[in-house]
């Protein structure tokens, strides 16, 4: 089975294609992963994901009808970004009967951490307003777990929580702390996550982004109606 996975909840935005045993089996399917082919851009001006994928698909040698699958990284991260990655996981569904799968960045980062250092480490999100999307995890031998789950976080409390010790991560985290590791969500990895998850699938339209801020809004005043005289 092909899957495509997306991630541009960063600046650095990337899709990749990836070939493995079926999604729809039960339990979560084992087997090898294989990276067919991976596309990078640098900012969102240069990122046209369309163009991104045509140029996967053709480095890797496959027609987009042999995609049978989507995982979207989910953030948080940047709003706009995931909404592209979502819409275009919304449209493909419409016109093609691929299965869809949302993947948290966090989970990402954390994977991506734990496959090159061991102990505990602190995933730190520009979530602006001087907040950050906080979660700390300790990676060991066997993997990785959540010692504290994603919250939204003040600067004071985050710097606070990395005072106890880890490894700060993100990718923007030497803005705020110059000793931590520069990390962004990989779409590989994200493609290699949705495996994992195996039939936990969702229609594409149920995808939603990782956004921890309550929507507050004003509703806009009913027109005025101007009297005829």
Not at 49 to 76: C, N, S
Request: glycine share 10%; with cysteine.
């Amino acid at each position: 089975m092909k899957i495509l996975a997306v991630d541009f909840s960063t600046n650095l935005r990337t899709i990749a294609l990836l070939e493995g045993p079926s999604l729809a089996t039960t339990p979560a399917p084992g087997g090898e992963i294989h990276l067919l082919a991976e596309q990078h851009a640098s900012s969102p001006q240069a990122a046209c994901a369309l163009d991104m994928i045509d140029a996967a698909l053709a480095a890797a040698k496959v027609e987009r009808e042999a995609v049978e699958g989507l995982a979207i990284g989910l953030g948080p991260g940047s709003y706009t970004g995931i909404r592209i990655a979502i819409a275009l996981a919304q449209g493909w569904q419409l016109a093609r009967p691929v299965i869809t799968l949302g993947i948290s960045g966090m989970d990402c980062l954390a994977t991506q951490y734990a496959a090159q250092a061991r102990g505990r480490f602190w995933v730190a999100l520009d979530a602006q307003r001087g907040d950050f999307y906080l979660a700390g995890g300790e990676a060991t031998d066997s993997g990785w777990t959540w010692h504290t789950p994603l919250h939204l976080a003040s600067g004071e409390e985050t710097r606070a929580q990395l005072d106890t010790g880890g490894v700060p991560i993100g990718p923007e985290i030497q803005r705020w702390f110059p000793h931590g590791l520069i990390l962004h969500p990989q779409a590989s990895t994200i493609g290699r996550l949705a495996w994992k998850l195996g039939p936990m699938m969702v229609p594409a339209n149920e995808l939603e982004p990782i956004y921890l801020r309550e929507i507050s809004y004003a509703k806009a005043p009913p027109p005025r109606q101007i009297p005829v005289a």
